[in-house]
């Protein structure tokens, strides 16, 4: 079942969205090399924890496997679900950064690549079209469209560059559980899937990989990485679909402007 949120609902989700985006802006701050991403770690705890929300990620139960942390650290070839730990930040390391709060009940998940000092060209041009793909991801969650619209924007965004899309792992439906119906892959047909409803509120999240889009497992049954070892990059927002459009509920305010979203009518 898919949970529509009310307008009051989506402002609770906002106000959620919000406590993690600060969490972000805070560590655009202060991932320079030589920091570990432990201290990393408890900074995002302390801050959300100070604005009376909890880390939805820490005690997050994956069959028998518990997270332990707030934040998912992930470096270089790391795609998603990185355990924070005595690793130090080199220079030209590429940190994906993924956190969640909950805040009165409800929950905010995004993450964003950052670059450790300075990344090499491929890297940083592998960030920016990951961006660019969420925004396009983003652009399609529109009452009247249908999941394989957003996934199809994401994957065809990328396409040109020749990276791997990765299939294993995909964005959720949000709201008072972290993961909820439906499951937004990043991959697509136009035209197919559940016709998109106004109230949804879903995390999009692509996660682009240099090279292949094959994935393995650590043996600390978390971390993801590529099975080629080549650098992966992931950007994700909360968002809300709205009869006026998809409002960003993890907005760090530095969107897109306004005109980024191209054709709002909806695909029949
Ligand atoms: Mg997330
Ligand atoms: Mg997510």
């Given at each position: 079942m898919i949970v529509r949120k009310s307008r009051a609902e989506i402002e609770k989700m906002r106000l959620a969205?919000?406590?993690?985006?600060?969490?972000?802006?805070?560590?655009?701050?202060?991932?320079?090399?030589?920091?570990?991403?432990?201290?990393?770690?408890?900074?995002?705890?302390?801050?959300?924890?100070s604005r009376g929300a909890d880390p939805t990620f820490k005690g997050y139960r994956v069959g028998r496997e518990v997270f332990p942390a707030t934040l998912c650290v992930s470096v270089n070839e790391e795609i998603v679900h990185g355990i924070p730990g005595s690793r130090v930040l080199e220079e030209g390391d590429l940190l994906s950064?993924?956190?969640?709060?909950?805040?009165?009940?409800?929950?905010?998940?995004?993450?964003?690549?950052?670059?450790?000092?300075?990344v090499s060209k491929d890297v940083e041009e592998l960030m920016e079209r990951t961006k660019a793909s969420l925004y396009a991801g983003i652009n399609m969650a529109r009452p009247g469209n249908r999941?394989?619209?957003?996934?199809?924007?994401?994957?065809?965004?990328?396409?040109?560059?020749?990276?791997?899309?990765?299939q294993d792992f995909c964005g959720h439906g949000v709201g008072?559980?972290?993961?909820?119906?439906?499951?937004?892959?990043?991959?697509?047909?136009?035209?197919?899937?559940?016709?998109?409803?106004?109230?949804?509120?879903?995390?999009i999240e692509p996660m682009i990989n240099l090279g292949t889009h094959e994935t393995r497992m650590l043996e600390d049954g978390w971390t993801v990485i590529t099975a080629d070892r080549l650098a992966s990059a992931h950007f994700e927002h909360s968002i809300a679909v709205t009869d006026d459009g998809p409002i960003i509920l993890t907005s760090r305010g530095d969107d897109p402007p306004g005109d980024w979203i191209p054709g709002t009518s909806p695909v029949s």
């Open positions: 969205g919000q406590v993690v985006a600060d969490v972000h802006k805070m560590l655009q701050d202060i991932v320079v090399p030589g920091v570990t991403t432990a201290e990393l770690d408890k900074k995002a705890e302390a801050l959300i924890r950064v993924d956190c969640g709060a909950t805040l009165s009940g409800y929950v905010g998940d995004s993450a964003i690549s950052l670059a450790v000092g300075r999941i394989g619209d957003i996934g199809h924007a994401v994957s065809s965004s990328v396409a040109p560059y020749g990276y791997g899309v990765v008072r559980r972290l993961h909820e119906e439906p499951q937004i892959p990043n991959y697509g047909i136009p035209g197919t899937g559940r016709r998109i409803k106004s109230g949804w509120c879903l995390a």
